[in-house]
């Protein structure tokens, strides 16, 4: 069987881990044929460092020589390279889910032309339940981030509200509200927001509550979900990418399980 032809799009920690993974375990069934990134030097980087001569100048080479774009660089490619996808025929799994929350319109497009679109479950865990409980109907999702204060520090909602973290002595929720205010008051949530209100019912419904607590030393994310099914909850504790502390392990791990999953004939799970 013919090898399906990817690309990444954005070599940094999460893209690097998927570039590694594509050329050992993922190799039977993919093959890696081109790199890009804004700043040339770390498309080079990584080219060099998986042995790869594969790195590109522009994204429209890549467009043309992949089958299947892996965009891992920041929310405001992701919509762009969407478009692209459904405008070239390929198919696509986005990281940067964030850059999609309100683009429900390219999600309905890609699926009236057939396209591909993958969205890893990323930092959390939780989205295969939501799946099934969206079968039937679903009564609320709920998305309760704790971060140690330092974690939120800088958030606009805080700054917005005069809320100094640093001086909460006990367990205290910083912000209640929909998926949609959370992602403009704290960008830094914005994927995990996203692809449970994509999942679910929608960044308007979904509820995010954010607690800070100077006891608190990791970050964890907590989903409630209440539907005809019964009710579930998940948490996930994350452990830090150590190249990027904004990104959790979890979140490259789970492009790589998607991505297995997508060539694969064998599923488990939802
Ligand atoms: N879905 C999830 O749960 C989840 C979890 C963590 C991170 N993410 C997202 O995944 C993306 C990648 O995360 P990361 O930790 O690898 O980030 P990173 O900062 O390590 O890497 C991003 C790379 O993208 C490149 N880049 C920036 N703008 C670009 C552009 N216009 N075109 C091409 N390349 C560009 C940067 O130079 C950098 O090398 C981010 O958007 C991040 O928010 C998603």
Request: overall charge positive; glycine content about 8%; proline content about 3%.
């Amino acid at each position: 069987m013919e090898k399906i032809k990817a690309g990444i799009i954005g070599c940094g920690v999460i893209g690097s881990e998927i570039a590694s993974a594509c050329v050992t375990v993922l190799s039977k069934k993919i093959e890696l044929v081109a790199l890009y990134d804004i700043d040339k030097q770390k498309s080079a980087g990584l080219s060099k460092l998986i042995k790869k001569d594969v790195a590109v100048d522009a994204p429209d080479e890549l467009y043309d020589k992949s089958d299947f774009v892996i965009e891992a660089a920041t929310g405001g490619v992701a919509r762009e390279t969407v478009k692209k996808v459904i405008e070239k025929r390929k198919s696509v799994l986005v990281m940067s889910v964030g850059g999609l929350i309100e683009s429900q319109d390219l999600i309905e497009e890609a699926k009236k032309k057939n396209i591909k679109l993958f969205f890893p479950s990323g930092a959390i865990c939780g989205i295969d339940g939501l799946k099934s409980a969206g079968v039937s109907k679903i009564e609320s999702v709920t998305l309760t981030t704790k971060k140690p204060p330092r974690g939120l520090a800088g958030a606009p909602y805080l700054k917005e509200k005069n809320i100094d973290v640093n001086s909460i002595k006990s367990e205290t929720v910083v912000f209640s509200g929909s998926a949609l205010e959370a992602v403009a008051g704290f960008p830094k949530n914005v994927n995990v927001s996203s692809i449970l209100s994509l999942t679910g019912i929608g960044a308007k419904k979904t509820k995010v509550k954010i607690v800070t607590s100077p006891e608190f030393k990791k970050n964890a994310h907590e989903i409630e979900i209440i539907g005809d099914f019964g009710r579930m909850t998940t948490r996930t504790e994350n452990v830090p990418s150590e190249k990027n502390p904004k990104t959790s392990k979890l979140a490259a791990l789970s492009a790589i399980a998607t991505l297995t999953a997508a060539v694969e004939s064998v599923r488990f799970g939802t």
